[in-house]
């Protein structure tokens, strides 16, 4: 790095990435399996779960997606979207072996340890799933640390359902509970799932089996990322059953560009997303400005 | 005392041939396309000296409209060659920024990109603004647009300046100069015979003093904003009326926020293929439809009335708050040159007489 008056490094510019391994999840999700390039970089990374990074093809730009992995697996970090905008689009033409930009970790993690002896209950949607389930993979690693797990994850289709290879794994164990669901009219012939939008199912499913397995609602935390409508309608679902706004965590995926506070973009009302998010619990989110 | 002596009238402008000379880059009020712009000069004949504000603010100097952020290139055998730029920048000096301006640029725009409160320091405007020498020059006639006094400024204001120039209203003007911290004194050094010393420096300080309190007194946009921050705060107030009905008539150009001396926002852009290129950091604009646009097409704010309003916040919450310095120096760049005539002073005073006529009937 060049060596000035300031003497830091110059803050957006990215580290090199290779891709081990892209995992095809649907149609247009796709999950890149990364390491650092240089072996000082790779010795020297670390993230929190939660986290997210700037992921840039060369050429097109960058995007921000969530780290999709769980800090604890020491030999590659994930990242996963899907295909929807220029660099996304761009980025998921790459292969095994293609090298990337990636700046980062930046951002907030979640609070494991609030969550100890909780019963947790996730809600995800569509391509905000990777948020909760890099969170669900950390939480597994020492999985008598929390009380029940209850993953409630849906997409406007069956096709449209990512990380399927990993779902049938965490339904096996027993120890959790794994409710997929598509959007009505998504469902096709031989569906085994449920058939409704996120905050209908976490509605008929939740209660239940907080009711048999769970340690009061006192107890409970509720996790969920998803497209602006679904949160919206998970926060008044979990609100009926009984959740404080206080237990319910949301990530906020926002638009932004430089991911460190300066490029203005990720405000919400008074609140920039990228320095005191991306998690925040949803009182944190009501008491801000309408802006998002 | 920061009182250094003073400049005879005639002479200030002789600054930037003297500093020409020593190969300084000097920055200077310049006539481009008939409008008055800060611009970079080599003689004092191309200086603009009856000017009030220029058009522009002298922003661009410390933070490029763009700037290459690194080039790449792939390599033969597979990834990238990534190659930052040299961050040498030359000495520069701003003559005759006002005082909104240098507030503006060296200590709001400086705390976004220092990041003394959030972390995450941005050295290539803090290496730019260290070879930056600020020589203010007071005002003596503030326009109808100009509010800097009721932002908490005034036109001797001294925030963000290494050396300020005021000019007496005395029978026989002279440019008082004071120099406000070593990079300052260190320029009226350089000065050398231009800055004389034959006047008490009591005498001038007080003159000094005189010449910017009568300048103040000329101010005719001055407004109560006490409240406004309060209104501000309270979500609740987040859809009032106003927000729609002063800025339906915005048409999105951005010139508010171009022309603002605080206004940090930018977009990082890839210029090439992915054989090879530049990544830029490019001005951009809270005021532009795809600003906030996801690639899902959710839009946070789909009217460019919100666009205003978040301007609008920002200049009076989101810059206090976030990075606890004003997000308005009341230059009134946006007041004057709005091709719509959309007023911030406007939205200031009338969030701040809701807020409180609000607490009346409380």
Not at chain 1, 35 to 61: H, I, N, P, T
Not at chain 2, 132 to 144: F, G
Not at chain 2, 199 to 225: C, K, Q, T
Request: a negative charge; aromatic letters at 10%; glycine letters at 10%.
């Amino acid at each position: 790095m060049t060596q000035t008056a300031t003497g830091t490094a110059n803050l957006y510019v990215p580290k090199l990435a290779r891709i081990r391994k892209v995992v095809r999840e649907t149609h247009d999700v796709v999950t890149f399996q990364l390491e650092l390039v240089d072996e000082g970089d790779r010795k020297a990374f670390s993230y929190k779960v939660g986290q997210f990074g700037e992921f840039s093809q060369f050429g097109v730009g960058e995007s921000t997606f969530n780290i999709s992995s769980s800090p604890t697996w020491k030999d590659h970090f994930e990242c996963c979207f899907r295909a929807v905008g220029l660099v996304t689009k761009a980025l998921a033409r790459l292969k095994e072996g293609d090298v990337i930009g990636f700046r980062g970790p930046y951002g907030n993690s979640y609070d494991l340890k609030a969550m100890e002896g909780k019963d947790l209950v996730f809600a995800a949607g569509g391509i905000g799933f990777p948020p909760i389930r890099c969170l669900i993979w950390n939480l597994l690693e020492e999985r008598d640390r929390y009380g029940a797990i209850i993953v409630v994850h849906g997409a406007r289709t069956a096709g449209d359902l990512i990380y399927q290879r990993e779902m049938q794994g965490w339904a096996d164990r027993g120890d959790m509970h794994v409710i997929k669901t598509v959007d009505p009219g998504g469902e096709p012939d031989g569906w085994d799932g449920e058939v409704g939008f996120v905050p209908t199912v976490l509605e008929e499913h939740v209660p239940w089996i907080l009711e048999r397995e769970g340690r009061g609602l006192a107890n409970a935390m509720a996790f969920t990322c998803g497209p602006p409508i679904m949160t919206k309608f998970v926060i008044d679902a979990l609100t009926r059953m009984g959740f404080g706004l206080g237990q319910i965590v949301l990530t906020l995926e926002n638009k932004m560009k430089c991911a460190v506070g300066k490029c203005g973009r990720c405000n919400i009302g008074g609140t920039y997303v990228c320095l005191e998010g991306p998690i925040f619990t949803a009182d944190q989110v009501a008491a801000m400005h309408d802006d998002a | 005392m920061s009182v250094r002596g003073y400049i005879r009238p005639e002479s200030v402008w002789e600054i930037v041939d003297r500093l020409a000379g020593q190969g300084v880059r000097v920055v200077a009020p310049t006539r481009v396309e008939g409008t008055c712009m800060f611009g970079e000069v080599t003689s004092s004949k191309e200086v603009v000296t009856d000017y009030l504000l220029p058009q522009n603010t002298f922003k661009e100097f410390v933070f490029p409209k763009e700037e290459k952020v690194l080039t790449y290139i792939r390599r033969p055998e597979g990834g990238y060659a990534v190659t930052e730029p040299p961050r040498a920048y030359p000495e520069t000096v701003v003559l005759g920024s006002r005082p909104c301006d240098a507030a503006g640029i060296a200590v709001s725009l400086k705390s976004v990109f220092s990041g003394e409160k959030w972390g995450h320091e941005d050295p290539t405007f803090l290496d730019r603004l260290a070879a930056t020498t600020i020589v203010t020059i007071s005002c003596d006639k503030p326009d109808l647009s100009c509010f800097c006094t009721t932002m908490g400024l005034g036109p001797d204001d001294r925030s963000g300046s290494d050396v300020l120039l005021t000019r007496t209203e005395t029978e026989d003007p002279v440019f008082v100069v004071e120099a406000l911290n070593d990079k300052g004194v260190a320029f009226v050094e350089r000065l050398g015979p231009l800055v004389r010393t034959d006047h008490e420096s009591r005498y001038l300080y007080l003159m000094r003093r005189e010449a910017g309190d009568a300048a103040r007194e000329r101010f005719v946009r001055v407004f109560d904003i006490e409240r406004v921050k309060e209104f501000l705060d309270d979500p609740s107030n987040f859809d009032d009326e106003l927000y729609a009905r002063l800025g339906t008539k915005c048409i999105s150009c951005g010139v508010c926020t171009f022309e603002c001396p605080t206004c940090h926002c930018f977009d990082l852009k890839d210029v090439g293929t992915a054989e090879s290129g530049e990544r830029l950091k490019v001005w951009d604009s809270c005021q532009f439809p795809d600003f906030t646009l996801h690639a899902t097409g959710h839009q946070p704010r789909p009217h460019q009335w919100e666009r205003y309003r978040n301007r609008f916040l920002c200049k009076f919450k989101i810059y206090e708050d976030t990075f606890e310095t004003l997000g308005c120096t009341g230059c009134g760049r946006c007041v004057r040159d709005c091709p719509v005539h959309v007023d911030i002073t406007t939205y200031a005073m009338q969030a701040g007489a809701k807020q409180r006529r609000l607490l009346e009937i409380v």
